[in-house]
T-cell receptor, first 112, second 116 residues
Framework: AQSVTQPDIHITVSEGASLELRCNYS??????LFWYVQSPGQGLQLLLK????DTLVQGIKGFEAEFKRSQSSFNLRKPSVHWSDAAEYFC??????????WGAGTKLIIKP | ETGVTQSPTHLIKTRGQQVTLRCSSQ?????VSWYQQALGQGPQFIFQ???????GRGNFPPRFSGLQFPNYSSELNVNALELDDSALYLC???????????????FGPGTRLLVL
């Protein structure tokens, strides 16, 4: 079955350190991939998306993600995290029925 | 530009009752999708409405139903509530329906439903 896996339930990073959140997908055709962030009491906000072309995608808030077809991965990165980045991050892809299939999320904790 | 709004923010119901959740789409958007997000999990697609017609459905029973109105606002109705229906219900709007992968979905803050 088609699925999205986020292997890390939570990650703790020191403020100012770099960040990488992992996402793997199981889908045969060209995937349409997304990263969303969810802060407490707020809706999901799109960080970035990949449809085709350059495999390194730039998003908002200084985030980027790299699509690697050979590894079926779409990992999210940020060179230097800020305390305000503490939130839950979701990877998703859009299936052939134009529906978003979501990972279980990774909770990011920032150490001062 | 008004974002996606949902009401109510929180709701407590008892098993067997019925509930209606409401969503007001972002201005100019004609497509709305509903998701259920259980605690500690990612959202699960319930269904999508495009121009007042159901445009796709996830793996949810028929007691989950919806409506989209001419102004593109939407309702999610759940009948015969079960304990497992306790979750955050998210609404998302976008400006086109099927066929446009590149259209971003904009999410509301959600309605948290607790079934006792």
């Amino acid at each position: 079955a088609q699925s999205v896996t986020q292997p890390d339930i939570h990650i703790t990073v020191s403020e100012g350190a770099s960040l990488e959140l992992r996402c793997n997908y199981s889908y045969g055709a060209t995937p349409y991939l997304f990263w969303y962030v969810q802060s407490p009491g707020q809706g999901l906000q799109l960080l970035l998306k990949y449809f085709s072309g350059d495999t390194l995608v730039q998003g908002i808030k200084g985030f980027e993600a790299e699509f690697k077809r050979s590894q079926s991965s779409f990992n999210l990165r940020k060179p230097s995290v800020h305390w305000s980045d503490a939130a839950e991050y979701f990877c998703a892809y859009m299936d052939s029925n134009y529906q978003l299939i979501w990972g279980a999320g990774t909770k990011l904790i920032i150490k001062p | 530009e008004t974002g996606v709004t949902q009401s109510p923010t929180h709701l407590i119901k008892t098993r067997g009752q019925q509930v209606t959740l409401r969503c007001s789409s972002q201005s100019g958007h004609n497509t709305v999708s509903w998701y259920q997000q259980a605690l500690g999990q990612g959202p699960q697609f319930i269904f999508q409405y495009y121009r007042e017609e159901e445009n796709g459905r996830g793996n949810f029973p028929p007691r989950f139903s919806g409506l989209q109105f001419p102004n593109y606002s939407s309702e999610l109705n759940v009948n015969a509530l079960e304990l497992d229906d306790s979750a955050l219900y998210l609404c998302a709007s976008s400006s086109t329906g099927r066929g446009d992968f590149q259209e971003t979905q904009y999410f509301g803050p959600g309605t948290r439903l607790l079934v006792l």
